[in-house]
């Protein structure tokens, strides 16, 4: 009975770690799709795809997922905060729905060198 029992806590410890991972994949999934979807890579690149003067291919390791969402909704205040003078200025995306928003941050974090 122990060891039926113990069998049973290692499955379902199994499927909780493993639906974690899935969600976690779907979010990424998400996120990249919304990236592609506000078509981030005219002014942004990842991996040497997009507009190479923007990389955001380190962006997980140098920015806060706050910061991250601060500069897709409100580029301008977070532009002024680290005297960043890019030409064009970042356009902002306030009405972006929140779990696309979610998703979008949760890619962007993943990119660390």
Do not use: F
Not at 49 to 59: A, E, M
Request: aromatic share 4%.
């Amino acid at each position: 009975m122990a060891v039926r029992l113990g069998m049973m806590a290692s499955a379902v410890a199994v499927a909780i770690v493993l639906s974690a991972g899935w969600a976690s994949a779907q979010d990424n999934a998400r996120g990249i799709a919304v990236y592609g979807e506000q078509k981030c890579a005219l002014c942004h690149s990842i991996a040497g795809k997009g507009n190479p003067k923007g990389s955001l291919d380190d962006v997980g390791s140098k920015l806060s997922a706050d910061d991250i969402k601060a500069w897709i909704t409100n580029p301008k205040e977070m532009a002024a905060k680290s005297n960043a003078e890019r030409k064009p200025p970042m356009k902002a995306y306030p009405n972006l729905p929140p779990a696309d928003l979610a998703a979008l941050v949760g890619y962007l974090q993943t990119l660390k060198k």
